[in-house]
């Protein structure tokens, strides 16, 4: 009978235990202020990771440093940079979001890659669905961009170690400010309501997808709203 009576004394401990410790966690308020994951004005461990080299450049966002992403030819660009006080959990946050300035010709997405301890990654383009709402990249001007950190799978949250920034045209870019956020990100835009997207009809990504019909030369020119390439037409005259 003792045995029972002290079995049901620590049984019934336990419960309180475990039912405090879920109250604590629901009781947990979600963090309010930005976590800074780099701002390139300390230490940080730079990567060149494909066809660019990374460096520490004085156009920056805020402060006196900035990521420099440095290509002179060929396709996709990537570098690789540490976090602050890496693993660090971002497990707790909505989105994760960064300044980019282009020095090239713009109208550019970007791609974020996050790692993990374990070196697992996952990249997302500012531009994929799910993401968010992003604007393009401007012309030597900054442009914040953020997303939503529910759509980087497979990988863990509460370890992130480095990021990778990665851009399709050769040319400069700075990256500054690489920050998690919870709740709304940072300079979100409003949603694009459901009558207002689009179908695509027609890409021009591929040769022989147009033709031209009266006084133009057409070719697939390098200025895109979206992808690689676009529907050039070029007349002199008429």
């Known amino acids: 009978m003792w045995v029972n009576k002290q079995f049901s004394g620590f049984l019934c401990l336990f419960v309180l235990a475990l039912l405090l ?4 966690a629901f009781a947990q308020e979600p963090p309010t202020e930005p976590l800074v994951l780099q701002d390139f004005e300390g230490e940080v461990t730079l990567e060149d990771v494909y066809q660019a080299v990374a460096s520490i450049g004085e156009v920056a966002q805020n402060g006196a440093g900035a990521l420099a992403s440095t290509s002179d030819e060929g396709d996709w660009h990537t570098v690789g940079a540490s976090v602050l006080n890496a693993p ?7 989105y994760v979001c960064f300044g980019v300035n282009d020095t090239t010709e713009a109208n550019n997405t970007v791609g974020l890659k996050l790692v993990d301890a374990a070196g697992d990654s996952t ?4 531009d994929n669905d799910g ?3 992003n ?3 401007s012309q030597n001007e900054w442009v914040t961009m ?3 950190l529910m759509t980087y799978t497979g990988i863990d949250l509460t370890a992130i170690v480095s990021v990778q920034f990665t851009m399709f045209a050769a040319g400069v870019y700075y990256f500054d400010d690489l920050v998690a956020v919870a709740g709304e990100p940072l300079g979100a835009e409003e949603e694009v309501p459901m009558r207002y997207i689009l179908t695509t009809v027609q ?3 591929a040769e022989d997808t147009y033709y031209t019909d009266y006084q133009a030369e057409v070719s697939l020119g390098e200025v895109a709203y979206s992808g690689a390439t676009s529907l050039m037409a070029f007349s002199a005259e008429g």
Do not use: H, K, M, Q
């Open 146 to 148: 953020c997303l939503n």
């Open 135 to 137: 604007p393009r990249t």
């Open 88 to 94: 660090v959990d971002i497990s707790a946050y909505n």
């Open 123 to 126: 990249e997302r383009w500012t």
């Open 21 to 24: 410790s879920v109250t604590a």
């Open 203 to 205: 890409g021009f990504e």
């Open 131 to 133: 993401v968010g709402v």
